[in-house]
């Protein structure tokens, strides 16, 4: 069973950046389409970005296309978060997790549901101020 610890959150003013990290342990990082998921207080989670297995594909929330950037290192089994220009509507707990099918990617109709993914790491928190 794949583990997932997230790294990377803080507090940062609007306008800024942050870089979060989720590294894989246990498990076939490369096999999965890894995502990122999000979650403000008192809403539900909601999808952000993901990346195919292979790192070719990519898939965005319309609210972060342009800012962020979904990231793969499969040598090293980590994939990352490149956040900039950072709003105040983009606090909350970001989590990565992984696809439930292997060689798979999600499809191309709506945004992926995080129903199709599970490992779910503990989460780490972003705080934007404005």
């Known amino acids: 069973q794949v583990q997932l610890v997230e790294s990377g959150g803080g507090l940062v003013q609007a306008g800024g950046s942050l870089r979060l990290s989720c590294a894989a342990s246990?498990?076939?990082?490369?096999?999965?389409?890894m995502g990122w998921f999000r979650q403000a207080p008192g809403k539900e989670r909601e999808f952000v970005a993901a990346?195919?297995?292979?790192?070719?594909?990519?898939y965005y929330a319309d609210s972060v296309k342009g800012r962020f950037t979904i990231s793969r290192d499969n040598a090293k089994s980590t994939v990352y978060l490149q956040m900039n220009s950072l709003k105040p509507e983009d606090t909350g707990v970001y989590y990565c997790?992984?696809?439930?099918?292997?060689?798979?990617?999600?499809?191309?109709?709506?945004?992926?549901?995080?129903?199709?993914?599970?490992?779910w790491g503990q989460g780490t928190q972003v705080t934007v101020s404005s």
């Open positions: 990346i195919a297995w292979n790192g070719v594909g990519t």
């Open positions: 997790a992984q696809y439930l099918f292997v060689w798979r990617v999600p499809p191309r109709v709506g945004v992926p549901s995080s129903r199709d993914f599970d490992s």
């Open positions: 246990g498990g076939t990082f490369i096999r999965y389409t």
